[in-house]
Each structure stands twice: as C-alpha cells, then as structure tokens.
C-alpha cells in the first residue's frame, strides 16, 4: 500500500469514528426526546383522566343536589295539595252539617259580626228558603240576651218567670236598639254562610271567604295533623 492509499485510509477510518459518534449522540439525544415526550404524555393524559374524574364527580353532585331539589318541591306541592284538600273537605262538612247546628252557626257567626245589631242578613236562595229566618231570629235572641239583666234563677224557673224573661230580654233588646237583625229580600250566589250588610257596608262570612281569611293561621297547624 503506497503512501496515499495510506492516507485515504486513515481518513476515511477517521471519518467513520467521527460520523459512528454523531450516529451515537443521535441515537442518545432521539432517545432522551423519546422519554421525556412519553413522560410528558404520561402526565397529560393522567391529568386529563383527573379532570375527566372531576367533572364527572362534579356532574354527580350536581346532578344529586338538583334530584334532591326537586323532590322537596315535589314533596312540598303534594303536601300543600293535601293541605288544600283538608280545607275543602272542611269546607264540605260544614255544608252537611245538620240544620240546627247549621243554624246555631251561623247564628252565632251574624252575632260576631254584626256590630249595630239592625244589620240585614244576605243568604244564597237555598239558604234563604230553607234556614233564613231561622237564623236571624237565633241571632236576635242571642244579642238581646247579652244586653238583658240576668234575672235571678228562682224568678226564671217558673213558667210565669221564664215568660217575664223573655219580656225583659225583648224590652232591652228594644231599648238598647240591638236584636233587630233583619233577612234581606236580595239573595246572591255563595256556598254557605252569608253577607251581613249595613248599607254601604258589608261584610263578608261566606263559608270560602271564612276559610281562606284562616288558611294562613291554620296551615300550618293542619300540616302538623297531617305530616307529623
């Protein structure tokens, strides 16, 4: 081997080290790359199914606060349901009741109300007809009787006595210008109770108008009866 092919040797030796090292810190660096981006992988995809938990997690609770929303509205509207429904079959009885306790109610709610004791009384006109009178006459007695003196119990014991009282009651009654309740000719439509007007001025004891004036007050009494 002469002198150049010598030298062409050694560098092409030289050259192979040279280019055998660059494929080798290649390799290493591609190497290094490939770890870290599989690392770096690893850790996005592990915070992606971490949020993917969160939110579904999230989801769940909001999902579970809003179930449970809506049954308490669920809840609270069948309860005022049934509330509602214990009002009308309150309003139902009073309507069957028998006619003496119709009337000694009634009767009893003109006396609450009536404030001069001349006032007219304004009834449905079944109501009218069938306890009108009755009423009026009830109520006047218990206004006169609560302006009267109250006789002794020997005097009112007797016959001639318990006449003597009522003449006593009806003179009071008559001084004092109370117990002159009146049933009007007017009749309108209402289911139960009745309107005591005094000109201008009424007032309104209606059985639905009486109910609702004390749903408020006995709500939440009725809930107790019923829910607890």
Excluded: W
């Excluded at 809840?75 to 000694?104: G, W």
């Excluded at 003449?167 to 109370?178: E, F, K, R």
């Amino acid at each position: 081997m002469n002198g150049i092919e010598k030298i062409t040797a050694r560098i092409q030796q030289d050259s192979q080290k040279e280019i055998d090292a660059i494929l080798a810190e290649a390799r290493a660096k591609a190497a290094e790359i490939t770890a870290q981006a599989q690392a770096e992988a690893k850790a996005a995809g592990e915070e992606v199914l971490a949020q993917g938990r969160r939110a579904a997690a999230e989801r769940e609770d909001r999902m579970a606060s809003t179930a449970q929303m809506e049954c308490r509205k669920a809840l609270l509207a069948a309860k005022q349901e049934v509330i509602e429904e214990a009002f009308q079959l309150a309003h139902k009885k009073l309507l069957a009741l028998p006619t003496e306790q119709y009337v000694a109610l009634l009767a009893d709610l003109a006396v609450q109300a009536s404030t001069t004791g001349k006032e007219k009384l304004i009834f449905s006109p079944s109501d009218r007809a069938q306890v009108g009178k009755a009423v009026v006459m009830a109520a006047n007695k218990k206004l006169a009787e609560a302006v009267a003196p109250k006789l002794p119990e020997e005097v009112t014991a007797s016959k001639a006595g318990a006449i003597l009282d009522k003449v006593v009651t009806g003179a009071s009654a008559v001084l004092s210008g109370t117990g002159m309740l009146t049933l009007a000719e007017e009749t309108r439509p209402m289911d139960g109770g009745f309107i005591l007007s005094d000109g201008a001025v009424e007032v309104n004891c209606t059985f639905d108008t009486l109910i609702r004036l004390q749903r408020g007050a006995l709500a939440g009494a009725v809930a107790k009866v019923l829910f607890e």
